[in-house]
């Protein structure tokens, strides 16, 4: 036999259920990310800063993206720095100053 508190509990549960029903999204997963509008920093240098798991994977992000190697800081946590001419997701910016750290 249920008491009043369970009672209450369950009641309590239906009915936040039933006044927050399930979010659906706002971009279907299918459609790909854009930065809106693409002329976003034109004519300027961007700083894109990328965010890697581990120190070893981010050492290998700016070494695969740089195309004439990187300058690091010896921190704790390395930061790698490289300036490069395009950036797909600004492509109106002069340039695209690249810091890649974990």
């Not at 509008?37 to 300027?44: E, F």
């Given at each position: 036999k249920e008491t009043s508190n369970e009672k209450s509990a369950k009641k309590d549960s239906q009915s936040s259920d039933d006044n927050n029903p399930p979010?659906?999204?706002?971009?279907?997963?299918?459609?790909?990310?854009?930065?809106?509008?693409?002329?976003?920093?034109?004519?300027?240098?961007?700083?894109?800063?990328?965010?890697?798991?581990k120190p070893s994977i981010a050492t290998a992000i700016a070494k695969g993206l740089s195309p004439s190697g990187t300058n690091s800081s010896s921190r704790a946590l390395p930061v790698h720095e490289f300036t490069a001419k395009n950036f797909p997701k600004a492509p109106e910016a002069a340039t695209a100053r690249h810091k890649v750290t974990s």
């Open positions: 979010l659906k999204p706002s971009v279907p997963p299918s459609t790909p990310q854009t930065t809106n509008p693409l002329s976003y920093g034109k004519n300027t240098t961007i700083t894109v800063l990328h965010i890697a798991e």
